[in-house]
């Protein structure tokens, strides 16, 4: 594996470090140390029409390659909501909390504009505006799109995206259409009424309040009808799935077909959040969340019917930032008003132009190690999970001790592919390590092999290698997917040297370990 040379991305107080580096630049194929780049490498997949990539390709949600690069906000400009959700309470405000639903201060239109212009000033890689809430952005037409024509009207680059439950789509989608919002979210939780009334209590309708399984037979009809209309437009429509075990995780299967039939782009199927001090019907029901490796089941086995998003985060409606870090303290009212907010498009563009140049470099990397993966022909069948520590920019480039989330890859012989993130409590705590927050990263990561990590000290390694999760630091701050090839590649040539022996990894493995070294093993014996 080469190295690759190291530019690392932030927001606009280092754009003019970078834009020296634009200068230093010499041309197509030498941004990368092994000059293995190419300005004209593709990053985009070879089977999507090129105006869907366009679409997608700095969108955060709809690419999960993009999602290491570029960042959305949301702005809460949509308090009500025209149904309910036995797994939503917009009373529960905590800041610490995300999740959707979860909001600290609404906005006015003028406020979110605002805010949007503020927050592209200070992050340049925000390319996405969402309206997700607190309510249903459709339940509040006026705000929502009064919203998007202030935006639309001075940063013209920003996608506009909505994310709604469906009931009133059908009734909005020349306006939709009009302010050229190319990303519709719609919650789909059911395709049958008879499940759908266990999950919405009631709906509000044509000036009338909808129960039981009539209610859930309306919102049928008007996602599916929202659905179709949209995917007519060629508008993009993401559908979002809340995973309630026991009540419609098998039924999902059939969402997934019935959402793909009828033309959508991505389906997200995420877990629900439930505890009872959020008071929603769920929380205090004690209806359970489904594990990590219950909602990965799940996902694998839609797969084949359609692209499945599995980096969502989960956000909250005022969200600001990368998926997976959350910035909307550093933009509250109080100090937006005290800020000169100018919108500087040119500035921005130049900015994006060198986080291309850096998904390029990636891109290329990650296709040499692919080719040198393929080399081996490796015939063995293996399939390993491996966590990373990142801040993103799709590199490895976080410390083991500060991490809050582990992005989880999956590597065989045919390549790699994220395939999730879990969360846990970070280990270093001021300068400390925290062993019960050890405790919870090992049981996090525990159908991992290895975890990837920009540094790890000696405590956390031991306690790693007791488990049989490999620590492996000598990736720090290359790109993510070339590094977990390489380590694939590593770890096949010692399994078959017979340095270590392979394990399948799962629950029952993990006070054993998942590869033994021989040696040790013999020197214990
Ligand atoms: Fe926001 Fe949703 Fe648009 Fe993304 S979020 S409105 S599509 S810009 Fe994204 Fe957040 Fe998941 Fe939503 S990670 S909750 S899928
Ligand atoms: Fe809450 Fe959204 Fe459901 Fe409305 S549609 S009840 S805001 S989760």
Redesign the pocket.
């Known amino acids: 594996m080469q190295p690759t040379q190291y530019v690392g991305i932030q927001d606009i107080k280092t754009l003019g470090t970078l834009l020296d580096k634009v200068a230093e630049h010499k041309g197509c194929g030498t941004s990368s140390e092994g000059g293995k780049a190419s300005c004209g490498s593709s990053v985009g997949p070879a089977d999507m029409a090129p105006e869907v990539w366009e679409k997608v390709k700095n969108?955060?949600?709809?690419s999960e390659e993009a999602h290491h690069h570029y960042a959305?906000m949301?702005v809460a400009v949509a308090p009500a909501c025209n149904i309910q959700c036995n797994y939503c309470n917009r009373k529960y405000d905590c800041a610490n909390e995300s999740r959707?639903g979860v909001v600290s201060e609404k906005l006015t239109p003028e406020q979110a504009a605002k805010k949007v212009f503020a927050v592209a000033s200070t992050i340049p890689q925000m390319t996405?505006l969402?309206?997700?809430g607190p309510g249903d952005p459709l339940a509040n037409p006026a705000k929502t799109f009064k919203t998007f024509e202030l935006i639309s009207q001075t940063a013209p680059d920003i996608k506009l995206?909505?994310?709604t439950n469906g009931l009133a789509l059908p009734d909005h989608i020349d306006t939709i259409a009009a302010f050229n919002v190319d990303?519709v979210?719609i919650t789909i939780n059911m395709v049958d009424p008879e499940i759908g009334q266990h999950i919405y209590p009631w709906i509000y309708y044509q000036n009338k309040r909808w129960t039981g399984i009539e209610a859930a037979r309306i919102l049928h009809e008007r996602q599916m009808l929202g659905l179709e209309m949209l995917t007519a437009r060629g508008i993009l429509c993401?559908v979002?799935s809340v995973m309630i075990p026991g009540i419609n995780d098998q039924h999902l299967v059939e969402v997934n077909r019935a959402v793909k039939s009828r033309g959508a782009f991505l389906h997200?199927i995420?877990p629900l959040i439930s505890a009872p001090e959020h008071g929603t019907v769920f929380g205090l029901n004690g209806q359970r969340g489904p594990s990590a490796q219950e909602l990965k089941a799940l996902q694998d086995a839609c797969e084949g019917e359609m692209n499945m998003?599995r980096?969502?985060?989960?956000?909250r409606a005022d969200?600001v930032g990368l998926?997976g870090e959350d910035r909307s303290a550093e933009f509250t009212t109080e100090k937006i008003e005290a800020m000169e907010v100018a919108y500087d498009g040119a500035t921005r563009k130049a900015y994006q132009e060198l986080v291309e140049q850096e998904r390029q470099a990636k891109s290329a990397a990650k296709a040499a190690e692919q080719q040198e993966l393929a080399q081996m022909a490796d015939q063995s069948g293996l399939t390993l999970l491996v966590a990373v520590a990142t801040k993103g920019q799709g590199r490895v480039n976080e410390h083991f001790g500060h991490v809050s989330e582990f992005q989880i890859y999956e590597v065989s012989s045919a390549g790699s592919k994220f395939v999730g993130h879990r969360r846990v409590d970070q280990y270093c705590q001021g300068g400390y390590g925290e062993e019960d927050a050890l405790e919870t990263v090992i049981r996090a990561i525990n159908d991992c092999h290895a975890v990837l990590v920009a540094k790890i000290g000696g405590c956390p390694k031991d306690d790693l290698q007791k488990v049989g999760i490999e620590p492996v630091d000598r990736y720090a701050h290359e790109f993510i997917e070339q590094s977990v090839i390489a380590y694939f590649m590593d770890y096949l040539e010692r399994v078959r040297s017979g340095q270590i022996e392979h394990r399948p990894r799962g629950d029952a493995d993990i006070r054993q370990g998942a590869y033994t070294s021989v040696q040790s093993t013999s020197a214990a014996a």
């Open positions: 969108h955060p949600c709809y959305r949301h959707p996405v969402g309206i997700a995206c909505l994310s990303h979210t993401k979002n997200n995420m998003m980096h969502c985060r989960q956000c969200a998926l």
